[in-house]
Structure formats: structure tokens, C-alpha cells
């Protein structure tokens, strides 16, 4: 692979791994400065070879958004630990999550240039704003990114059971968010039990 190449793929991916930094830190600020740190990590001397040899030498624009996606998620919880803004371990409450999709199954994934979240219902994005960062992450990368769940325990480093639970748990608490609701149950014709 060309470094002119590699580059052309790193870039193509700025605007997504922008929009993960958001979801991570919730700051213009923070996030801008983590995208720059995770584009200085990758341009270092040397990466266009590990990113060869973690890709296997695939040259794509999906295998380069998931190793950004895992040098932003390092960098950003590598801060939050000398911070000391550790983000509370909730442990894992449910096994692998069963009737959700297999782990090689795509996700429901909109198009992203269509996608416009200043548009998404205020409600949703409230119930999707207030989850555990551990939750929201895996949240927006299968829903939004559209990333599997394999590549989401290769992102986080953590087993597939655990995205699994994470995905399973966030869902149920932005449906009970929602559906706690009056209104907006009303309007979907489903009672608050």
C-alpha cells in the first residue's frame, strides 16, 4: 500500500471518528483535540506497517475506520485514567445477549449521509445522551457506524459477550427511557406498565 493511499483512506474516515470523539466526550473542544491525537498516532513513522500487518494487508475503508475507531477509544479512556474521570465499572449484569442479531449479522444501519442527529427526536437523543459511556460507545457504533460486533470487542478490547451485554443493556434502558414517556407512548399506542 501507498502512503498516499493510506492516507486518502485515514482521511475519508475524519468526519466518522469526529462523530465517535463527540459521543466520547461531549465536547467540541475535547472532541477536536482527540481526533487530532488519534490522526497524530496513526501518521506516525511506522503505522502504514501495523496497520498492514493488523488488517492483514486489506486495503478498505471499513478495516480503516475500525482501527481509528480503536486508536480513538484507547486515547480517550487512556485520558480519562490520568484524569482520574474513570467512568464507574456498572460489571457485566446479563450474559450474551439471545434473540439479537448473530455476531457476523449486519446491524441496522442508516445511511450516514442522510443521517442528520440535529434532527434525531430530542427524546431519543436525551435517552441515548444520558447511558453509561460503555453503553452509549457500543450503541453508536453498531447502530450508527454500522460496525459488527466483532469489530466493536476488537475497538474496545473487551470479549464479544461483553458487547453483546453492553448493546443488550443499552437498548433495554433507552426503550424503558422512552417508553417512561407518557406522551411519546401515547403517540406509539403502547401502555406504560
Request: glycine share 8%.
Amino acid at each position: 500500500m501507498e502512503r498516499t493511499r493510506f492516507e486518502q483512506l485515514a482521511l475519508g474516515q475524519m468526519d466518522a471518528v469526529y462523530r465517535l470523539s463527540m459521543k466520547l466526550a461531549r465536547r467540541p473542544e475535547e472532541a477536536e483535540e482527540l481526533v487530532q491525537e488519534v490522526y497524530i498516532r496513526a501518521f506516525r513513522p511506522g503505522t502504514i506497517e501495523r496497520f498492514e500487518d493488523q488488517s492483514g494487508g486489506a486495503d478498505s475503508e471499513g478495516s480503516m475506520r475500525s482501527w481509528l475507531f480503536a486508536i480513538c477509544h484507547n486515547v480517550f479512556y487512556t485520558r480519562i485514567k490520568k484524569e482520574g474521570r474513570q467512568p464507574a465499572n456498572v460489571g457485566e449484569f446479563f450474559g450474551e445477549a439471545s434473540g439479537g442479531p448473530a455476531p457476523d449479522e449486519a446491524p441496522p444501519v442508516w445511511e450516514l449521509s442522510q443521517l442528520d442527529w440535529e434532527h434525531v427526536d430530542g427524546r431519543l437523543k436525551d435517552a441515548i445522551e444520558d447511558l453509561k459511556p460503555e453503553y452509549r460507545e457500543v450503541l453508536l457504533l453498531w447502530g450508527v457506524e454500522g460496525l459488527k460486533y466483532r469489530e466493536i470487542a476488537a475497538i474496545m478490547e473487551v470479549p464479544i459477550g461483553t458487547v453483546m451485554s453492553r448493546l443488550h443493556r443499552a437498548r433495554k434502558l433507552v426503550t424503558d427511557a422512552l417508553l417512561a414517556d407518557e406522551d411519546l407512548a401515547a403517540e406509539l399506542g403502547v401502555r406504560a406498565e
